[in-house]
C-alpha cells in the first residue's frame, strides 16, 4: 500500500524586527502637536535667547544714533592761545565744522593749522558730543622789519611771519632801505637782528643814549641813528673789528664832543664825516 505523498512544510518568513526609537523620539510619524505661542517665548527668556537678541538690537540702534545723530557733528571750535593770528584763520585751516567727531583725525587737522607761519606749535583734542578744542603756541617775533613802509613780524631766525598787528611785544624795529615788500616765509638776515637787540641794550648802558632808528642796507650792513647822527655797526660777526672796539670807539668820540653827522666803525681805521657848515651869507650890494 502506497504511502500518501507529504508536501513539504512551508517556512515562515522571518519578521524584521522593528527599529526602537531613540529616548524622546516618537514611533509614530505623524507630527507633533506645534507648542503655542506663549510656550515658544516662556522657553525663549528661560533660554537667554530673547534677551541676546534684545541686546543686539539696542547696541545696532544704539551704533547708528552715535555715528549718524546730528548730536555729534561739530558745531563749533574753541581755539586758545592766540596773539597775532585770528580765530577765523585757524577755524578755516582747522576745517571740521559740519564734519562728524567720529570723522576727525586729530593729527590731520594739526598739519593743516601748523601750515600757517605764526604757529610754532599746535595740539587739537576732539570734546563729546560736537566741540573741537585747538590750542596755539606761536612764534615770538624778535623784532619788526619795516619793508616798503609795511611792519612785519620777524622771529629770532630770520622768518617773516606777516604784517604786525597793532600790539606787539617787541621794541626794536629795522628799517629795511630796499623797496621791496616781504611775505610771510621771507628771511631776513640773522646777523642784523642778532646785531640789533644787542646794542638795544649796549648802547643806551655804555654810550648814554637811546637808539631813535635801526636801518639795515645791503651795503652798510645796519646802522643805529641818534636823531641826525648815522653810526655804522655792519655786521654783528665782523673778525676784523670786534664789536666791543665799535662801541669803545664811539664811546670815545662821545667823550671827546666830536661833532659829526655821519659815523663809520667797518674799517680798522674808523672814519666820520662833521656836519656841512652853514653856507656864507653874501654881501648885499
Known sequence: M?????????????RTPRPRAMVGQSRRNEPMVRPMPR???????????????????????????????????VQGVE????????????NDLAAVGGTSVWN????????????????????????????VLVQV??????????????????????????????????NILINDTRPQPLVAGDRVDVDALDLAQSLHLRVPAEIGWTPTRYEWDP?????????AQQ?????????????????????TLQQERTEWIFLDLRPSK?????????????AQP
Not at 533660554?47 to 551704533?63: F, Q, R, V
Not at 655786521?235 to 672796539?245: A, G, T
Open 39 to 73: 510656550t515658544t517665548l516662556r522657553r525663549s527668556l528661560i533660554s537667554g535667547k530673547l534677551g541676546a537678541l534684545i541686546t543686539l538690537i539696542a547696541s545696532l540702534w544704539a551704533l547708528w544714533y552715535v555715528f549718524r545723530s546730528p548730536r555729534f557733528i
Open 137 to 170: 603756541q606761536e612764534r615770538q617775533a624778535a623784532v619788526l622789519w619795516n619793508a616798503a613802509g609795511v611792519n612785519y613780524e620777524v622771529t629770532s631766525d630770520g622768518e617773516v611771519l606777516g604784517p604786525a598787528g597793532v600790539i606787539s611785544g617787541t
Open 231 to 251: 653810526v655804522v655797526f655792519g655786521r654783528m660777526e665782523d673778525p676784523e673789528v670786534p664789536l666791543d672796539l665799535k662801541l669803545t670807539t664811539l664811546r
Open 104 to 131: 576727525i583725525r586729530p593729527d590731520e587737522v594739526e598739519q593743516r593749522v601748523a601750515q600757517n607761519s605764526y604757529v610754532a606749535a599746535v595740539t587739537v583734542n576732539v570734546l563729546l558730543p560736537d566741540r
Open 2 to 14: 502506497s504511502r500518501p505523498e507529504r508536501k513539504p512544510a512551508s517556512r515562515v518568513a522571518p
Open 79 to 90: 581755539v586758545l592761545g592766540l596773539r597775532s593770528v585770528d580765530a577765523a584763520t585757524v
Open 270 to 282: 674808523p672814519y666820520y664825516r662833521s656836519p656841512a657848515p652853514p653856507p656864507t651869507p653874501t
Open 219 to 227: 651795503y652798510y650792513g645796519l646802522s643805529i641813528y641818534n636823531q
